[in-house]
Antibody, heavy 125, light 107 residues
Framework: EVQLVESGGGLVQPGGSLRLSCAASGFTFSNYWMVWLRQAPGKGLEWVANIGGDGSLPHYVDSVKGRFIISRDNTKNSLYLQLTSLRAEDTAVYFC??????????????????WGQGTSVTVSS | AIQMTQFPSSLSASVGDRVTITCRASQGIRNDLGWYQHKPGKAPKLLIYAASSLQSGVPSRFSGSGSGTDFTLTISSLQPEDFASYYCLQDYNYPRTFGQGTKVEIK
């Protein structure tokens, strides 16, 4: 079964750090880009960062650049998100997802086709 | 960053109703747009990609249309399991951006 399971969330003080993990199973992990997304309480979904299958070419949303680092360990089929200098506005459920390409009329489109259930991060003193 | 304006933010509808959700991009994005469904406590689910292509396993009552800056998601006959939040997402460039979401509630 294709599955993604996040872990590592919790309560952290402003300015603190946390590392989120996403364990993948049921597919060849290294063949796929992966992405982190989040949903703040009462808000919509937000794309946070993604990374290539070989760990290259990370992209970040501006609000987390310089504070969050996305990485992966293909030997462990795991994706990570290192959160530092945390702020109250980083409070959210964080989801990992498989970031892949679907083809329509011969053109490739980027989709998030497999998602985890999320892990909750609360930044509060 | 491309801004995705989605409306309405919420709507109340009955089982069997036709529902339309709109998403407007701040610049042209060809048809690089997907639609996702999200229920509380669950993993979001891909419904539509390339603006109008139905993801495998998604019921045919869901359809998407549009190109450039204006897009719609239509549910032709709302079913009980469709009460959820829906989001558009542009995959034209980075950072990827979502619409603000539309919560579909039971009337």
């Amino acid at each position: 079964e294709v599955q993604l399971v996040e872990s590592g969330g919790g309560l952290v003080q402003p300015g603190g750090s946390l590392r989120l993990s996403c364990a993948a199973s049921g597919f060849t992990f290294s063949n796929y880009w992966m992405v982190w997304l989040r949903q703040a309480p009462g808000k919509g979904l937000e794309w946070v960062a993604n990374i290539g299958g070989d760990g290259s070419l990370p992209h970040y949303v501006d609000s987390v650049k310089g504070r969050f680092i996305i990485s992966r360990d293909n030997t462990k089929n795991s994706l990570y998100l290192q959160l530092t200098s945390l702020r109250a506005e980083d409070t959210a459920v964080y989801f990992c997802a498989r970031d892949t390409n679907y083809v329509a009329d011969g053109v490739y489109y980027d989709v998030f086709d497999i998602w985890g259930q999320g892990t909750s991060v609360t930044v509060s003193s | 960053a491309i801004q995705m304006t989605q409306f309405p933010s919420s709507l109340s509808a009955s089982v069997g109703d036709r529902v339309t959700i709109t998403c407007r991009a701040s610049q042209g994005i060809r048809n690089d747009l997907g639609w996702y469904q999200h229920k509380p406590g669950k993993a979001p689910k891909l419904l539509i990609y390339a603006a109008s292509s139905l993801q495998s396993g998604v019921p045919s009552r869901f359809s998407g249309s549009g190109s450039g800056t204006d897009f719609t998601l239509t549910i032709s006959s709302l079913q009980p399991e469709d009460f959820a939040s829906y989001y558009c997402l542009q995959d034209y460039n980075y950072p990827r951006t979502f619409g603000q979401g539309t919560k579909v509630e039971i009337k």
